[in-house]
């Protein structure tokens, strides 16, 4: 069966600093992976997704950045932190290209920048 | 571009009520719909789709949907309300053509008292 995991559950961290949030998913070939930000009472924004190792694609302008180095991890990542970035970060992944394919999410990491 | 609308962002019933979330979506050709859940502190998990077909659709737990193209509505119902109900419910789109991209609500926060 499928999984996904991220980690970490939980992060603070000071304004300015980096960030490095990763997802893995398990038991599937060549996904689609996305990541999504979840603000208090604004519902889930994409942020990226990808369709295949390299190929990153950003929906909204910001100071993050989205990599997929192997087949089943996708990471997102910042230089510099801003208070604007907390919330609670959600990775999900579906099969095939067809609007119709379920995503699955994973568990969330939950980063409050201060 | 598609938009999706939720009345509501909380939402309070007995228990043994009935439950309506409410959901409607915007978009020049009727997308694909998804209602998932998400409790507390945890990712979102799929309680039903629409993609064709019947336009009523079961899900988990009991809930059901239906989608009516002329109100551009899909709306969540429960028959009778459990405790372990509580929790937030995201409507969602997606397109049929192209590759997908889930356009989610805002939430409505479901609460269940006794």
């Known amino acids: 069966s499928q999984t996904i995991h991220q980690w970490p559950a939980t992060l603070v961290q000071p304004v300015g600093s980096p960030l490095s949030l990763e997802c893995t998913v398990e038991?599937?070939?060549?996904?689609?992976l996305y990541w999504y930000r979840q603000a208090a009472g604004r519902g889930l924004q994409l942020l990226f997704y990808?369709?295949?190792?390299?190929?990153i694609s950003s929906e909204v302008p910001q100071n993050l950045s989205a990599s997929r180095p192997q087949d089943r991890q996708f990471i997102l990542s910042s230089k510099k932190l801003l208070l604007s970035d907390s919330g609670f970060y959600l990775c999900?992944?579906?099969?095939?290209?067809?609007?119709?394919?379920?995503?699955?999410f994973g568990p969330g990491t939950r980063l409050t920048v201060l | 571009a598609q938009s999706v609308t939720q009345l509501g962002s909380h939402v309070s019933v007995s228990e043994g009520a009935l439950v309506l979330l409410r959901c409607n979506y915007s978009?020049?050709?009727?997308?694909?719909l998804f209602w998932y859940v998400q409790y507390p502190n945890q990712g979102l998990q799929l309680l039903l789709k629409y993609t064709t077909g019947a336009t009523l659709v079961k899900g988990i737990n009991g809930f059901e949907a239906e989608f009516k193209k002329s109100e551009t509505s899909f709306h969540l119902t429960k028959p009778s309300a459990h405790m372990s109900d509580a929790a937030e419910y995201f409507c969602?789109?997606?397109?049929?053509?192209?590759?997908?991209?889930?356009?989610f609500g805002t939430g409505t926060r479901l609460l269940v008292s006794p």
């Open positions: 978009s020049s050709v009727p997308p694909y």
């Open positions: 990808s369709v295949g190792i390299g190929q």
């Open positions: 038991g599937t070939s060549n996904p689609n």
């Open positions: 969602a789109v997606s397109e049929k053509t192209g590759f997908q991209k889930l356009v």
């Open positions: 999900a992944w579906s099969v095939g290209s067809g609007g119709r394919n379920e995503q699955f």
